[in-house]
């Protein structure tokens, strides 16, 4: 059993150890996602997920996969492809413009679990300063990048998206390290995927995600802006 969430109090979201382990991290559900019920989600460790014609789901996996100064890396792949490419990277131009191309259909994949009002509240969170977009632009267009929450000094990455060869990896690659220097402890990766277990990922357990996390969130707020590359 999980905790449905009543969606007029404030947030109060149960504690993620209660997380099931089939399926893994399921916590809670119902409740919204405005900018405070996000705020308060992610600062738990907890993040939304579902299908948009679904009911609302909260979840906190463990092991959560997670990027750290000390582990990230650049894959040779990537570092050929960032010398040979020709593009621009910027954080913050075009965060809405980021977040409805990652929520556009893609080969293979049914549907989206990025709705009408996620973008609306993430792109509030953005204007409050609270969320970052990362861009990727190739001959003047808008070809891939990542968004996610900032808060303090942990990023919790969100998705990605690329309309040409490597473009995320590439936005990635250059982002992370310019953030690492910023202060940033910690990028959430939520789940282990091939996709970015190249660039260094850890699995941290429950117990010491939560410990990041809390020393993270609280820590002052880590900013970058403008371009990058």
Known sequence: MIDWLDEAS????????KALDDPNGLLAAGGRVTPVWLD???????FPWNDPDEVRLWWSPAPRAIITPDSFRIPRSVRKAIRRQNYRVTTNLAFTD???ACAAPRQHEAGTWISDDMIDSYTRLHKAGRALSV?????GRLSGGFYGLLTGQA???ESMFSQVDNASKIAFAIAAPALFR??????????KTSHLAQFGIEEATREDFSRRVKAAVTAPPVQIAGDLA
């Open 10 to 17: 404030f947030p109060q979201f149960p504690p993620p150890h």
């Open 40 to 46: 308060q989600a992610y600062r738990r460790g907890i």
């Open 98 to 100: 980021v977040m409805t």
């Open 135 to 139: 861009e990727y632009w190739h001959e």
């Open 155 to 157: 990023l919790f990455g």
């Open 182 to 191: 910023a202060g940033l402890q910690l990028i959430d990766c939520q789940m």
